[in-house]
């Protein structure tokens, strides 16, 4: 009989075999019925944590046809100097990802006043107007070399803005929105007794203003000198003009006055970008020299 009713246990309750063989004691109650087993303990919620802070997005407007500063290539992405710095300084600030659209200057200024980009990634100098509506980083994103495009009939005396001035030659119109008038306008200033000759204008194409410049009506045309190297070989192949640098102007990228800690974070890195050597890097890739190099 207990060997029986071992054998049932052991079939019932996976006892082992063992249990069976063991030494008969006195007899024992039936054993109870099995009950079921507690249920465990729910574990104490935990509270959602996510591994990281997701990145703010930062919404930029970028000029589509600025080369080599920014510009839309022929499969629809954007290249240019500025895109390369701002695309880095982004990569080194996790907190924020940079969202682009290409549009032309008007349109981001438009978008700048309106709220609808951050800011605005283009070829911006400085002015006093400029100053109190947006705001302005601590250091230019890049720049250009600006120079005069002179009649080579004034090569031996015109190597320098101030021969330019004393000779007495005359300039193309500038705009009165353009960088260079306000440069212009400070060196009369400051020169009084050689003062540059020249008057405001409409916006013309620097292609032209070279026209203008061989055909003799003006004696030079200011313009960048990455204008000059583009337009040299169609608008001057005969060699008719040659290029006078003076000065390096910055630009910068805008940003709405309410942006003071993202331009912070920016001018931080760009601090480091500078010493390192890395925005000399980036410029020469684009402009082939080094423009940094031109600024105070």
């Given amino acids: 009989m207990k060997k029986l009713l071992c054998i049932l246990l052991s079939t019932m309750l996976l006892f082992s075999v063992a249990a069976c063989n063991a030494t008969p004691q006195a007899e024992t109650p039936p054993p109870a019925p099995a009950q079921p087993e507690p249920a465990a303990p729910e574990a104490p919620a935990q509270e959602n944590t996510p591994a990281e ?21 022929e499969d629809g992405t954007i290249g240019g100097q500025n ?11 996790p907190q924020y990802e940079f969202v682009y659209e290409a549009v032309d200057q008007d349109a981001l200024l438009l978008g700048l006043d309106s709220g609808k980009y951050a800011a605005a990634v283009g070829n911006f100098w400085y002015n006093e107007k400029r100053n109190e509506k947006y705001l302005f980083p601590q250091y230019p994103i890049g720049g250009g070399v600006e120079g005069i495009a002179v009649n080579r009939k004034y090569f031996d005396a015109v190597q320098s803005l101030d021969d330019f001035a004393k000779e007495g030659l005359k300039l193309t119109p500038q705009e009165t929105s353009g960088a260079m008038y306000d440069v212009f306008m400070q060196y009369n200033e400051d020169h009084p007794d050689h003062p540059l000759k020249f008057s405001a204008g409409e916006v013309t194409a620097s292609g032209e203003q070279m026209k203008w410049v061989k055909e003799g009506r003006y004696d030079g045309a200011a313009m960048f000198a990455s204008e000059f190297d583009e337009l040299k070989s169609t608008v001057d192949a ?13 630009t910068w990228v805008l940003y709405t006055k309410d942006q003071t800690e993202l331009v912070k974070a920016i001018d931080g890195v760009m601090a480091a970008l500078k010493d390192d050597g890395t925005l000399s890097k980036i410029a020469v890739e684009w402009f082939g020299y080094d423009i940094y190099e031109y600024f105070d």
């Fill in 83 to 93: 895109y390369a710095v701002m695309t880095l300084i982004d990569e080194l600030l």
């Fill in 238 to 250: 005969d060699d008719k003009l040659y290029f006078v640098p003076f000065y390096a102007v910055k």
């Fill in 53 to 73: 802070q997701a990145a703010e997005k930062v919404l930029m407007g970028i000029n589509s046809a600025q080369p080599p500063a920014s510009f839309v290539k």
